[in-house]
């Protein structure tokens, strides 16, 4: 399986950006994850394909909504306000398990990574 990110930009604080991610066959899960320089890739939410074992972090909670299309090969993460912490690489994630893609070990297939830059 192949999965395409874009839509990371430069944005201001308090500003908003909608990632997408394209996959090249059906999954059961998808998810995001983050990775800023220095620091651990860390898991930023996910949901099973049925819309089940739906799961932010704690920062992502009521600024981020993750989501997938009608078609069910292209999942996206509404960012709002933004904050300069929450600059990284962003990564998609997917699997073809259940309730997979909020634990990096499970992830079976990532993105190339799309970069978020949020400026103060």
């Known amino acids: 399986m192949m999965l395409v990110e874009s839509g990371g930009d430069s944005v201001q604080a308090g500003g908003s950006l909608r990632l997408s991610c394209t996959a090249s066959?059906?999954?059961?899960?998808m998810g995001w994850f983050r990775q800023a320089p220095g620091m651990e890739r860390e898991w930023v939410a996910s949901t099973d394909i049925n819309g089940g074992n739906m799961k932010y972090a704690d920062f992502a909670e009521g600024r981020f909504t993750i989501s997938h299309d009608s078609n069910k090969r292209i999942h996206y993460l509404q960012m709002n306000d933004l904050r300069p912490e929450d600059t990284a690489t962003y990564y998609c994630a997917a699997a073809r398990t259940y309730g997979a893609c909020a634990v990096s070990d499970n992830v079976r297939f990532w993105g190339q990574g799309t970069q978020v830059t949020v400026s103060s």
């Open positions: 066959e059906y999954r059961y899960c």
